[in-house]
């Protein structure tokens, strides 16, 4: 069992940042990928970005060089730093795991932080 808390959500101008943190408990030793999703009411959760065990990160083409993920594993933590936000991103934010191996489910969620981009 993973558990997973989401932090550093809040309210920011279109073209702000936002950096938030994503802390893992439990058996964070199986874990092959930590992963970001964003939701907004009534539309399908999206994918934003992942980092694998190995630090190699993906990201969705909407995200590409705006958004960085980065892991402390010392501290059990991602994170997703957001620059240059845009109002259609506003959305609840949500951190998965991916355990075991590539190809897994993500099994494991937070309970999600909210963004609101919006002047």
């Known amino acids: 069992q993973v558990q997973l808390v989401e932090s550093g959500g809040g309210l920011v101008q279109p073209g702000g940042s936002l950096r938030l943190s994503c802390a893992a408990s439990?058996?964070?030793?199986?874990?092959?990928?930590t992963g970001w999703f964003r939701q907004t009411p009534g539309k399908e959760r999206e994918f934003v970005a992942s980092?694998?065990?190995?630090?190699?990160?993906y990201y969705a083409d909407s995200v590409k060089g705006r958004f960085t993920i980065s892991r402390d594993n010392a501290k059990n933590t991602v994170y997703l730093q957001m620059n240059s936000l845009k109002p259609e991103e506003t959305a609840v934010y949500y951190c998965?795991?991916?355990?075991?191996?590539?190809?897994?489910?993500?099994?494991?969620w937070g309970q999600g932080t909210q963004v609101t981009v919006s002047s």
């Open positions: 998965a795991v991916q355990p075991g191996t590539a190809g897994s489910s993500w099994n494991y």
């Open positions: 439990g058996r964070t030793s199986s874990v092959y990928a």
């Open positions: 980092i694998t065990w190995s630090r190699s990160p």
